[in-house]
């Protein structure tokens, strides 16, 4: 196929989703070039330095630079220009009414449009609502013809649209982009799929896969919806673990155990329930906001997803419950915090558990020592220290000291090698609430502990 020979890929977007898929796709041997409309995050990249932590991502960028293989365009225009294939990766946040926010989609569409020049393949990676790589089409077609005169008045550009959801979780974007489960085309032309299957096939060629395992060619609506529903039911088995979590407390029954027991029934299968503080990130949250209410435009029952939704609202609530009746009164009382990240392996704090319930307790009169391994860059920005209400410590075991509690929001891996014996003399009173069910229970109580977690006994 001609068109691969001199294949330059743009990737118009360079955040959690654009700058993984971007560097991977460089390492597979694509040449790609990349652009940002935040005119210092784009300079920052191509100075080598990536704008969040995700496990790998420095070295494979400074590996992109250094072959060559991934370039940073001045912008999205320039970037359209050099490229056959453009992937679009912007966000789409939440608007207030719950939908998504299309606004960088089209704009990103619209810069697209203007640089036309002989055939693009348009891939929508970012996640968006069914029939958004539709809209997307018609406002190419729409703008190009207006915009611009080399493809003459009324004449049809030719360019391709492609929805090509990502997959990739924070923390192991870059495991994920290498392994993938699956690949979801979705496009109405076979040259679209030929060329698309045709720039990952690389990844199946190294891991010595068939394509054919992983490669789902659909239509853009169902692609669209592939995404959204998977986001959607991993959302849903949260809150459903989380739900029967509650019930368990009541009774006295072990949710880790429940969990156990559900998830060697290969239909329901063992990920996604683990029971805690509820699910949070820039992803899962909104995604099931957008997918309801896109239901809801077209008269279709989505309630289902109201619940999820109001099951994790409620997490923090219950997560602040159980601080109030192990410590009586919240006033006054030194906690400390571990875990920022709403996940671990990454520093991103948006919709993290840990903002609502550092809100929760400060406007209560706690006394706050926040530990993070990644993100507490991230939370000083948004949360700047202020002794003796709120501190950051550099470890763990410094943020417990002299505390009334500790509270673990994010399940780092660390802090289950926290040693036991010395976390206790440093705290003034030996108190764990455990929001993740990190800890063992009889371990930590048989060292004097006082413990409690979610959904146990
Ligand atoms: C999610 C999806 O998992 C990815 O497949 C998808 O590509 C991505 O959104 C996206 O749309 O871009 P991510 O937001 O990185 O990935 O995080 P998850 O691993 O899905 O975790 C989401 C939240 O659920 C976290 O707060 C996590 O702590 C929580 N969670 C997860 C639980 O509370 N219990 C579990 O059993 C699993």
Redesign the pocket.
Known sequence: MDELKDLTIGVIGLGH?GLPTALGLADLGWSVVGADDDDAKARGIAEGRAPFYEPGLDLLLRKGLDTGKFQVAPNGAAAARRSTVLMVCVGTPQRENGSADLSRIESAGRTIAANLDGYKLIVEKS?TPVQTADRLRQSIIRYSRRRSPDTGNGAAPEFDVAANP??????TALDDFFNPDRIVIGTASQRAADLLSRIYQPLFDRAGRKAEEALVVTSVNTAEIIKHA??AF?AS??SF?NMVADLCEATGADVTDVAHGLGLDPRIGP????A?I???????PK?IRAFQKVAQDHGVDFSLMNEVDSINRRRIDAFIEKIRKALWVIRGKSIALWGLS??PGTNDIRDA?SVSVVERLMAEGALLRLHDPQAMGEFQTRFPASPPQLVYADTAESAAEGVDAVALVTEWPEYGEVDLRRLRGRMSIPLIIDGRNMMDPEAVRSLGFEYYGVGRP
Do not use: A, M, Q, W
């Open positions: 989703v996640t990502e997959f990739l979780r924070e923390g998977s986001n991993l088995k949260v673990i990920h996604f329930l683990e805690g509820g699910f949070g990130g820039y992803c899962l995604d709403f996940k558990p």
